[in-house]
């Protein structure tokens, strides 16, 4: 059964308006983070990489380092829509960090850059609590002011680096400048910010990562959902949700449960060779036609059969939207106590079968789709099946 820890769905409920739901006193959240900063991936392609999130994603050009930049040994480029900023790193020579981590575990997130008030302060209270230190405060510099920045580990090999930007005025990060290039047609598709951000994690440790994000990051567990929930006739998963203190960052964190076959999510431990993240929602507020646009542009998603939407209506009861376009674009629909959202995956976006975008808008709901599951998990198996790997 999902189990919602009570105190904090009724706190979470009673303030649900236009505003962020509001789990702790703000007084009690040692450490507010003001949104996601950014995400970084490290890739083996990045021009080419940044070229696909435009070209597919709507994404525009906002910075870059590398070689012009007096930065000799990686290249990154950094693209925007709305909040949402990614950063594309490859490495420049062979037998680097990044190098090395991409041979491991191929294209990847590495970075969730946490955007805070007082990254010294971040890096102290969650070392003091128990984070592994990855970089001690540091200011960097240039003509457009100071940022602080610092790093704790998280499961894997992902990094959370805490940015304080208030002293500074720039595109996006000292040691970046303007990425100057060719405008082409690639309008904005309507990505607003990040919704959510999965981690898969190995057998038995989604317990300890969630201790972590509570003990460590302050966060709280909002949901849960066992292997029972999030099972096909195959295979079987088990997550919990946690959030920090005013809802802008949820991180759900997956370990697979045994199943008669191959979860997708230990195909995804497999082909990374360890934890890290599945996949990245992204909000829109217009669902139909930033998928539509997305589909014009060649992005894949996951199908589920047409028969999912004969029972749409009987499920969901009434939707502001037009069933036969949602049909149309394979969007999926569910139901909570608070609202309805709609939502939609793509398949992976890399040579591996590892990571993916979820594409969601929320009319109410604050849940993570739990009425898909079953549908998506048997349309996941399908791409197993097709890859060899179920
Ligand atoms: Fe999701």
Redesign the pocket.
Known sequence: MTTINKAIKLKYMSVLTQDLPKLFDAAADFMPINGTDHIELYVSNAKQAAHYYRTAFGFQPLAYRGLETGSREMESYVVVQDKIRLVLTSPLVSGTAIGKHIDKHGDGVKVIALWVDDASYAFAETVRRGATPAMEPMVERDEFGEVVKSAIRTYGEVLHVFIERKNYEGEFLPGFKKWETPRFTTEAIGLKYI??M?GNVSIGQMDRWVKFYEEVMGFAQILSFDDKEISTEYTALMSKVMSNGNGRIKF?INEPAPGLKKSQVEEYLTFYEGEGVQ?I?VATDDIISTVAALRARGVEFLEVPDTYYDALTERVGRIDEDIEALKELNILVDRDDEGYLL?IFTKTVQARPTMFF?I?QRKGANS??KGNFKALFEALEREQELRGTL
């Open positions: 919704d959510h999965v759900p996949h929602a939502q979820e969601i993570f789709g």
